[in-house]
């Protein structure tokens, strides 16, 4: 993991800043479409809590192989239908063997997703405390 790291930390970087921008966005968005006051920046902060843990967690099942059987299936299904040319896997555990081999080579992106998602259980924490001391 350590040397993964080291190996994709400018991918790590530079996806979580865009996980921290689209969750900075979420609150904005919801923050000047409501009424402007503090309990909206806390309830913005909740929204992009929970989008961000929710795609993080459907970027790590979908990493884990769950959705390889439709993708393995769509690919026989178009290749049958639209192609001239035989498709290169002939049964699903070679495919999903490959696609292994593949996400084992490239970073680990659901991390950035849950650790901004993470900041923003922290925002959100602090802004309640805030709240609540108001």
Do not use: W
């Not at 009424?35 to 929710?54: N, R």
């Not at 040319?85 to 080579?105: H, L, S």
């Amino acid at each position: 993991m350590e040397s993964n790291f080291k190996k994709f930390f400018k991918a790590y970087l530079i996806s979580f800043l865009i996980f921290m921008a689209i969750g900075g966005l979420i609150v904005l968005i919801y923050y000047f479409t409501h009424e402007k006051v503090f309990v909206d920046l806390v309830d913005g902060a909740t929204l992009s809590m929970i989008v961000l843990l929710g795609l993080g967690g459907l970027m790590f099942v979908s990493r884990e192989g769950f959705f390889d059987v439709f993708s393995y299936g769509f690919k026989q299904l178009g290749s049958a239908m639209f192609s001239k040319k035989v498709n290169e896997y002939n049964d699903f555990p070679g495919y999903k063997e490959n696609k292994r081999v593949k996400r084992e080579a490239s970073p680990r992106l659901f991390l950035s997703a849950l650790v901004s998602g993470a900041v923003f259980i922290i925002i959100m924490i602090v802004l309640r405390i805030v709240l609540i001391t108001m």
